[in-house]
């Protein structure tokens, strides 16, 4: 069975710095398309925040740009996201997301449609 697991969510002072972990099982990453991040703050609606494709190309919603950072490990069995200099408004449930289409049948964006339980980043100041 294909599943996600994020852990690492913590509370935070703003300025501070947090990595979250995402263990992928039963699931290649080499013969999808790709895996993403997003979040849901309380009373908002879930976003996109960074994104890896199958050739590593990454991407970034504007917000996090610079101070997170998106990569794979562990022969590809965990996706990392990596969050500098946080802020009040990075205050959210992070959730681990995966590509379900295989490579040939990619969309040109990453497209999730398998997701993890998410995990709570709270950053106060």
């Known amino acids: 069975q294909e599943e996600l697991r994020e852990s690492g969510g913590d509370s935070v002072q703003a300025g501070g710095s947090l990595k979250l972990s995402c263990g992928v099982f039963?699931?290649?990453?080499?013969?999808?398309?790709?895996m993403a991040w997003y979040r849901q703050a309380p009373g908002k609606e879930r976003e996109f925040v960074s994104s890896?494709?199958?050739?590593?190309?990454?991407t970034y919603a504007d917000s996090v740009q610079g101070r997170f950072t998106i990569s794979l490990g562990n022969g590809d069995n965990t996706l990392y996201l990596e969050m500098k200099n946080l802020n009040t408004e990075d205050t959210a449930v992070y959730f681990c997301?995966?590509?379900?289409?295989?490579?040939?049948?990619?969309?040109?964006?990453?497209?999730?449609?398998?997701w993890g339980q998410g995990t709570q980043v709270t950053v106060s100041s």
């Open positions: 039963g699931y290649t990453f080499s013969n999808r398309c790709g």
């Open positions: 890896i494709d199958r050739f590593r190309t990454t």
């Open positions: 997301a995966a590509d379900k289409n295989y490579y040939g049948y990619c969309n040109s964006k990453v497209t999730p449609a398998i």
